[in-house]
């Protein structure tokens, strides 16, 4: 059910906007302040099913696939813990977020997902042990930057 209170929002991110001779608009100010905080530059501590206990101000967390409690209903969403409350975003395809639990980035599009990691070069009637190194160097530091999933 839509929130009468901020019934007119922004496309993309559902941002609350003014309208003319508006009272109270700290309100929309500070709820569209709040949800740039945790979606710019987005860290998420890792994916849960459920909202922990006592989540600090700013946290953001991933929702899995079968959320429950404050979070039922919400999967994939991102949950950020504003002021005692959780704002909800529903992912975006192109959205890109750190996960700080596993290390590395997730993106979506139709699902979150991280890049996976390569298979070391093999076959070939040639053994080029030093192209297979660098190969293998640039690997590890892709996923040294979590762009790249270890494994």
Not at 9 to 33: C, W
Request: hydrophobic share 50%.
């Amino acid at each position: 059910m839509p929130d009468p209170l901020f019934a007119s929002r922004s496309p993309r991110l559902g941002l609350p906007l003014l309208f003319a001779a508006q009272a109270q608009k700290e309100l929309f100010v500070n709820e569209s302040l709040a949800r740039l905080d945790g979606l710019v530059h987005c860290l998420v501590e890792g994916i849960a099913q459920t909202p922990p206990a006592a989540p600090a101000d700013g946290e953001c967390w991933l929702i899995g696939a079968t959320p429950g409690g404050d979070w039922a209903g919400r999967a994939d969403h991102l949950a950020m813990a504003q002021a005692g409350q959780w704002l909800f975003q529903p992912p975006l395809p192109g959205m890109r977020v750190f996960n700080r639990a596993a290390g590395h980035d997730l993106r979506y599009r139709d699902g979150w997902s991280a890049a996976a990691r390569p298979a070391a070069a093999t076959g070939g009637t040639t053994v080029d042990a030093e192209a297979r190194a660098t190969l293998a160097a640039l690997i590890d530091s892709l996923v040294a930057a979590g762009i790249l999933a270890p494994g």
